[in-house]
């Protein structure tokens, strides 16, 4: 607990409860680990790129498969991922009794609404002030094509609120091993990359526009720099050129 002074005097429930995040660290590194692993092949690049990050941040990544959350919460060093909690539609991961359960224990999930009801809103912003690290994608949904949309500027606005880092990262393969329709990788370890990316702040005079803008770029850097390389395949080439126009809509 001592990696976690920021937790320390947090009200206990189970996204700042030791034993909640014990329970997790099997789930996650015992179990959803060691699947994941044996049916992709998995580079995590970018530790160092994070070693330095303390207390509460937002991971801020590109969307493109169900394989997406499981691969950042299992790569990313345990120090930083113990309390991590990954923003989930409300409209799907929390609708069934069973679904809400499992996506709580594996991704200490918390719901994100996306019918406009405003009913979820402000959820993200509490954890942080609690010091409870997020997993968001600003794309909103995942991808159809591998090919990144417009992420936005609702993590921005959250980081810029709450004086959090964004620490970017790139999903590199993802939609190739277990495209959006697929309820399982396909077969032959296919190759995946997960790639951090330095800590980023919001600047002097930034607007949450251009903040998301400069991420969205950030990780989109990341993405091109590993796809195409020797162990991971290249997205179709209109993956880096995508539009980098943000909306002003915010996140939970």
Known sequence: MTAHPHLIRAPKDRFTSPVMAGMRFVAQRMILKPVVWSITHVS???HDAVKGVQGAFIAVANHSSHLDAPL??????RRLGRYLAAGAAADYFFDIWWRRILTSLFFNAFPIDRTGTAQKQGVS??????????????????????????????????????DVPCVPVAIVGASLAMPRGR??????????????GEPMHGRP????????????????????????????????????????RNSTKGAA
């Open 183 to 196: 309820n399982w990788p396909i077969p032959g370890r296919p190759p995946v990359a997960v790639v951090f």
């Open 125 to 162: 912003k509490k954890l942080l002030a609690r010091g409870v690290p997020l997993l968001v994608f600003p794309e909103g949904t995942r991808s159809k094509t591998g090919e990144m949309a417009e992420f936005k500027a609702g993590a921005a606005a959250l980081s810029m609120a709450c």
């Open 44 to 46: 995590v690049r970018g």
């Open 205 to 244: 005079g930034e607007t949450a526009d251009q903040f998301s803008a400069r991420i969205a770029r950030e990780v989109r850097r990341l993405h091109t720099q590993a796809a195409g390389t020797a162990d991971i395949p290249a997205l179709p080439a209109r993956a880096t050129n995508t539009n980098t």
């Open 72 to 77: 950042i919460m299992c790569a990313l060093p």
